[in-house]
């Protein structure tokens, strides 16, 4: 979940724009600021509940900012324990099935919301009040512009600004995933021993990353309006005896990867798959640099993520599909 990135780990400039800037409200893009501003700036700790594609499980989370370092650690309670540390945006270790599904993740610097960006792609409202765990809040929707990206529903705590519910919906109004806090405690910070990692918790080896070697290796020939590369990494997959290069965009709300693996002739197929709001869409393309699959994974539409995958490109050279 955007308001809570260690979420999407479980299962991760500005520009002025009066003329659209109008369909907004100034309201909501305060309540965006004090979001942005809480989620860096304010400890907490609590319980929350996540939906996604029917399926339900619950969490403790820890939040703590010290210092200018922010501390978070994330514990699943259903099923097998799985766990997740991570300070300034930096993950530190893993559990559970996340260890063989994490293996070198891309780390990404801390990003905070930016309401006037936020208006080039989504309208931004103020839908009402609400009540969540035993605290009043304020429901801000974002709703797009194009049909490249999903609508949220926000609902924030009115003392600090904290999401307390997020609803992630499609372009007919159906749910895709749900956030929902149970327990917010902002009065207690978290301990040293609450964000200390558990024994099963291994930690995450990190490989150098080339980023300029990444960005000059691939591009895209379309991205949908908004997105822009984040984050970039090469890294070595052992198993596979190969380089798998990964480039990360945002559009200051959703995310999505592209990942270039080289492979031969007859490996692998072309595949199109979605679960909740998270995507995934695999596909052959035939480059100078030999065959490529091509793996886009996000929270975008299905199309959106197969028009990216077919629009890499080598740089600097014109890929043959």
């Not at 990003?111 to 792609?121: E, F, G, N, T, Y």
């Not at 990942?259 to 072309?270: Q, R, S, Y």
């Amino acid at each position: 979940m955007r308001a809570l990135p260690l979420l999407s780990l479980l299962l991760g400039s500005c520009m002025t724009v009066p003329v659209l800037a109008a369909n907004s409200s100034p309201e909501a893009s305060e309540w965006l600021n004090k979001l942005a501003q809480a989620e860096q700036g304010q400890s907490y700790q609590g319980s929350f509940v996540y939906e996604r594609n029917g399926s339900f499980s619950s969490h403790d989370i820890w939040h703590r900012v010290q210092d200018g370092k922010v501390s978070e650690r994330l514990l699943q309670l259903d099923g097998a324990a799985q766990e997740i540390v991570r300070v300034n945006g930096k993950v530190q270790c893993v559990s559970g099935s996340l260890v063989s599904g994490v293996g070198t993740p891309p780390d990404s610097a801390p990003r905070l919301l930016d309401p006037l960006k936020l208006m080039s792609w989504y309208d931004l409202g103020v839908a009402g009040n609400a009540r969540i765990a035993g605290r009043d809040a304020v429901i801000v929707t974002l709703t797009p512009r194009d049909q490249h990206r999903y609508a949220f529903e926000l609902h924030l705590d009115r003392q600090t600004g904290l999401p307390l519910r997020s609803l992630m919906l499609n372009d007919k109004g159906q749910l895709l995933e749900r956030f929902q806090m149970t327990r917010l405690d902002t009065d207690d910070v978290p301990t040293d021993r609450d964000l200390q990692a558990s024994a099963a918790c291994k930690p995450v080896e990190r490989l150098a990353a080339t980023k300029s070697e990444t960005v000059a290796g691939w591009r895209s020939d379309w991205l949908p309006p908004g997105f822009e590369l984040v984050n970039s990494a090469i890294r070595r997959d052992p198993e596979r005896n190969s380089t798998v290069s990964s480039l990360m965009y945002d559009d200051g709300l959703a995310r999505f990867s592209v990942f270039l693996e080289p492979i031969k002739e007859d490996a692998g197929t072309d595949t199109r798959a979605q679960l909740g709001p998270t995507v995934a869409v695999s596909r052959h393309l035939n480059t100078p640099k030999g065959k490529v699959m091509v793996t886009v994974v996000g929270e975008i539409p299905l199309g959106t993520a197969e028009r990216v995958a077919l629009s890499m490109r080598a740089q600097d050279v014109q890929a043959r599909q």
